[in-house]
């Protein structure tokens, strides 16, 4: 018996090995695995997807880490308060597992993260708090042909639902009146986002969070060794009743979310370098000219002073707050210039960075001829493949 044991315990996955069908070492070592948000519920993804054994995984998130963190995220320490959360959680990882490889970015993840970064992706598993951000997520790994793993936490209560794309029902689809109203509660009337003090927060409880995030996981689990799992199937958990059940949603065949970014074309180009005219160039050949680049959200070109002039601002609508509108120079509301579109004839001197693109972005080039979507390859990690399997 001793001998058995010691060869067991050699290996740090053999019990995982034991778990008949559920882990296969190399679906789980080859896996790309992104998770967005790394607050309560994303701390303790990431703690699951380490003891697992996953080696390559994308940590996104914007903010530090605060003292309220340290009661609901196993991954932070006192000494970690503002530090970045991906930084912080990074390093515990690497701790908590040796062989992971964690790519922390701090970064707004739909603003700041190229969509190219995200279509490399095998699944996304989402730890948000934001309506809004999961709206987005939704739409995105849907056009982008990448699963997604939502999980929401309120109180004692939870929920887990994976969305595959091409499988329906997505998370928009049961979207109610009250949905779409609460997702322009963080928009002024100016359009322009409200400020940090204007937006609530809810209460998460750590025990809810550990229960969805291993419900999250075990889905992505399913959805990488192909296992079956039913898109938009909800496995809800009420902690102070107790209750435990499985909802479904309503499929909206007239949902608007039901896209693909089809076709991908990798271009060799950076954000950093090329320039409007120059990407409108090189999709040239597919769409004809004149084209011009789509932009995904509204982009503030300028605030406009009656009395000091434009001021160029160059930024998402959602990044600029409505107390920027003040006049520096003289005190006065200044106007908000918005752009959707960037064409060669009136921007093609500016840098895509300069104008909000992020690197490896994915963008949307439309002319005479149709549509496409170019990826900035040139952007692409140096360890990854220099092809990309379209989805």
Not at 43 to 50: D, P
Not at 184 to 208: E, F, K, M, W
Request: negative net charge; proline residues 6%.
């Amino acid at each position: 018996m001793s001998g058995v044991r010691r060869r067991v315990g050699a290996d740090r996955n053999a019990r995982l090995g034991l778990l008949d069908g559920f882990w296969d070492r190399s679906v789980v070592h080859q896996a790309r695995v992104g998770v967005i948000g790394v607050g309560a519920l994303g701390n303790e993804i990431l703690k699951n997807l380490a003891l697992l054994d996953f080696r390559d995984v994308l940590l996104v998130d914007p903010d530090v880490v605060e003292k309220s963190n340290l009661s609901r995220s196993v991954l932070f320490r006192a000494r970690d308060e503002g530090r970045p959360k991906v930084e912080a959680a990074a390093e515990a990882l690497r701790d908590l597992n040796p062989d992971l490889r964690p790519e922390p970015l701090r970064a707004d993840v739909v603003h700041e993260v190229g969509l190219g970064r995200l279509r490399e992706l095998d699944v996304i598993i989402a730890g948000l708090d934001s309506r809004r951000v999961r709206w987005w997520l939704n739409r995105t790994a849907h056009a982008l042909g990448v699963p997604w793993v939502e999980g929401a936490t309120q109180g004692g209560h939870g929920q887990a639902v994976a969305f595959l794309p091409g499988d329906l029902p997505c998370y928009e689809c049961s979207f109610t009146d009250q949905d779409w109203r609460s997702l322009h509660q963080v928009s002024s009337c100016r359009q322009l986002a409200l400020g940090a003090a204007s937006r609530g927060r809810v209460g998460t409880s750590p025990t809810s969070s550990s229960m969805v995030s291993a419900a999250q996981v075990h889905l992505a689990m399913d959805v990488l060794h192909g296992r079956k799992v039913v898109s938009g199937r909800s496995l809800l958990l009420n902690l102070t009743a107790p209750d435990l059940m499985v909802s479904g949603r309503r499929f909206n065949p007239g949902c608007e979310a039901h896209y693909r970014y089809e076709p991908v074309i990798a271009v060799p180009l950076a954000a950093g370098t090329v320039t409007v005219g120059g990407l409108i160039e090189a999709a040239a050949p597919h769409v004809g000219t004149p084209a011009a680049i789509e932009l995904r959200w509204d982009l503030v070109w300028s605030f406009v002073c009656s009395g000091c002039g434009p001021t160029p601002v160059r930024r998402p609508r959602e990044t600029v707050v409505f107390e920027e509108l003040a006049c520096p120079g003289c005190g006065q509301e200044r106007t908000a210039q918005f752009l959707q579109r960037l064409t060669a004839e009136e921007h093609g001197d500016e840098l895509l960075a300069d104008v909000g693109i992020p690197s490896h972005d994915v963008l949307e080039v439309q002319g005479p001829a149709g549509i496409v979507w170019l990826e900035l390859a040139a952007d692409r990690r140096p360890t990854d493949s220099v092809a990309v399997l379209d989805r």
